[in-house]
């Protein structure tokens, strides 16, 4: 008899996989959008329809791993194992595998509209723009998403926390295509974010020394529009060869901020929400006052331009409510806000700090941590 069971309730369950396992799984789930306790669920339904033998998965190291399976189905998997001779763990080791090797990985994920462009912008530094942008690249680009990380503040953090050096003041950059000052390829500046689960998918393209002339070049250029347009000329030939272009902006509302605004802007023809702005903030009240500035510029170029930018949420970073009231009466008033909404909230974690220090991609170096888990959440909402 075949039991029916009820997707809406699920029991929590608890096993032990191998890290390695655990990693392929949370991948190829977020690359194929299956929620991983579907996924588990359906390896489980395969496993148990199994009438061989399966070959033993290794263990070793194995940690625990929580899911949620259809009420009923727990009892009635383990009941099969101890039938089958077959340890808990590993029974649930092979469902995990089944599932994996009947839903191999997208070479590519098929892109639906066209290049997607996400900027990280908030003036007040320090708040995450930096690490929650690299973040959100890595995880998209371990999707399968074909991704360029654009490091547009002067300070260069994210060129160098990924190991690279600015470029020298008098070499091609970024800056010097937006003002026409260079002729070649803007692909030629960009550097290769290398791990095995990026899949070669992952590029960057570093800062230079002379960023920190752009903006007062920018309020003296005669071009028209240059002043709102020249990011998004600097940046169209690198159009056909990615999936998302993520900007990590500078701590400013200047010309450069605006460029920024206007690039991740609704094109015509674009479907609504596939591009526009994340916003990292904290909780605390002068994160509120930096927002209520940015929040008037969006809203300037907006009107000034009668362009459509869509505010894809905020990230609430190194959230952390020991610090009482203050903490969680902050971190309410953003989500009051509604529009848009808080996309997803970060403790205060060792790992970010870690990786920067070792000048290592996050997903690299701690691809199970929960910062890394909080990247891929943000990823997903943003290619929803
Ligand atoms: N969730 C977090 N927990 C702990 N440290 C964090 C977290 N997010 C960012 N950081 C650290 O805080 C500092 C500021 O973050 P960063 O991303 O550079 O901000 P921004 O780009 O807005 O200036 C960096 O040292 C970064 O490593
Ligand atoms: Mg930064």
Known sequence: MTVQYDPENREKVVTKLPAA????????AAQLGVDIKDAVTEGIHAWRSQTEPLPAVD????????????AGLYATFKADCTARG??????????????LDAHPAPSRVPRPTGV????????????????????VAQALAEMGYRTCLIDFDPQGHLTKQLGYDLFDIEAPSLAKHMLGETKGDLRDLLVPIEDANFGGRLFM??????????DAKLATSRHVRVKETALEKALAPLEQEFDFIIVDCPPSLGYTMDTALYYCRTREGEEPGTSGICIPVLAEDSSADAYDMLDNQIQDLIDDLG?????????????????GYIATSSLNSWKEIGDPPVIAVIPELKEQREAVRLKQPLLSYAPNGEQSEAMRTIARRVAA
């Open 307 to 323: 362009i459509v930018i869509n505010s894809i949420g905020f990230v609430v970073n190194m959230y952390d409510s020991r610090k």
């Open 116 to 135: 997607r462009r996400v900027i990280f912008g908030n003036q007040k530094g320090g708040v995450g723009k930096t690490s929650t942008s690299a973040g």
């Open 59 to 70: 263990t070793a190291g194995a940690e625990p791993f929580a899911t949620y399976l259809p």
């Open 86 to 99: 077959v340890a808990y763990n590993q029974g649930m080791a092979q469902s995990i595998r089944l599932w």
């Open 21 to 28: 396992l655990r990693r392929e799984l949370k991948v190829r």
């Open 205 to 214: 393209l570093p800062a230079c020394r002379d960023a920190f002339l752009l």
